[in-house]
């Protein structure tokens, strides 16, 4: 390994061992692998994440931040080898966190994104702090730049990063949702809980399938388990990005992966503001890419799609002011 980049490493494990754990270090491996699970607490929880610096990029060069939230009952790990975010960071030279929702156990792990889900929202769990935390001890240590944070969620990761992206939208750049729903509400009586509006815009890319059982592109119940949870549909996601960024009412439309994916896409009057839609033709409630495309048969549309550089090419183009 460069000795830079391993001095860099060992310096964030320690930088954030000692500013977010209470000085307690991590235990790290002697080699310093490009992935690094560290411990830090906000609030009574022990909270822990997971990191990958790409290798042999100059320690003078600042290198983009993308933090990606698993789901509901997943992990760190298991978005690291599902999504290719880390092998993406490689090629393109930026670093990648993976934050680690709150379980039992080590398992169950999921966030509080305001309406969803479970304990996490019961309990109150505070996970935007616990991002600040995340985000504030990575920028503490690395060279990051700081106008190219960005975030992307997958389901109740999803709804997490909508909640972050309208409280802390002038962290981000911009942000990616892949089967989140915006709100949701136990049953028909409880009123939506919806976000606050950010006084800031925000460029933002929604990725839906519409064979989603567990998170309807239409809202509603879910179809694939029992349960009064009722999501909002995609299309109140896209009415208040636009609102939020000023987009026009009439969107640009391009059927890009024939039988596979439609994109639609509204901007403000300078171009320069995004909200982007990707209806993803009979897919499902999973991340659309890594063993889930490539099991598909060849003659599928969506054979062998990736979504994470898929989506880098949506949040490169943006920076924060």
Request: charged share 20%; proline share 7%; glycine share 10%.
């Amino acid at each position: 390994m460069n000795v830079a980049r391993a001095a860099a490493v060992a310096g964030l494990l320690l930088a954030a061992a000692g500013c977010l754990s209470g000085g307690r270090p991590p235990t790290a491996a002697s080699s310093y692998e490009l992935s690094e699970t560290l411990d830090l607490r906000t609030g009574s929880y022990r909270r822990r994440f997971l990191l990958h610096v790409p290798p042999e990029v100059p320690t003078s060069r600042a290198l983009p931040l993308v933090v990606v939230l698993h789901g509901a009952f997943s992990t760190a790990r298991d978005m690291e080898a599902w999504t290719g975010w880390s092998a993406l960071a490689d090629r393109e030279g930026l670093v990648v966190l993976y934050p680690e929702g709150i379980g039992l156990l080590g398992y169950l792990q999921h966030w509080n994104a305001g309406h969803c889900c479970g304990r996490a929202v019961q309990k109150g769990w505070d996970d935007i702090a616990f991002l600040d935390a995340a985000i504030d001890g990575v920028c503490a240590s690395l060279n990051i730049d700081a106008s190219r944070i960005y975030m992307v969620g997958l389901s109740n990761g999803g709804m997490l990063t909508y909640r972050y992206a309208t409280e802390r939208t002038a962290r981000l750049a911009a942000c990616a949702v892949v089967c989140g729903a915006i709100g949701s509400r136990n049953d028909a009586d409880e009123p939506v809980w919806t976000l606050p509006v950010p006084s800031l815009p925000l460029p933002v890319l929604i990725l839906h399938g519409d064979a989603d059982l567990t998170v309807p592109y239409d809202g509603g119940v879910p179809i694939d388990r029992k349960s009064g949870r009722r999501y909002s549909p995609v299309s109140e996601a896209v009415a208040f990005w636009r609102a939020v960024n000023g987009c026009g009412p009439e969107p640009q439309r391009e059927d890009s992966i024939p039988g596979g994916m439609e994109e639609a896409w509204w901007t403000d009057p300078s171009g320069t503001r995004e909200v982007r839609l990707c209806r993803l033709r009979g897919w499902g409630h999973q991340w659309p890419g890594g063993s889930f495309t490539a099991a598909l048969s060849p003659e599928h549309p969506l054979h062998a799609f990736e979504a994470a550089p898929f989506i880098w090419e949506f949040l490169r183009r943006h920076r924060a002011d």
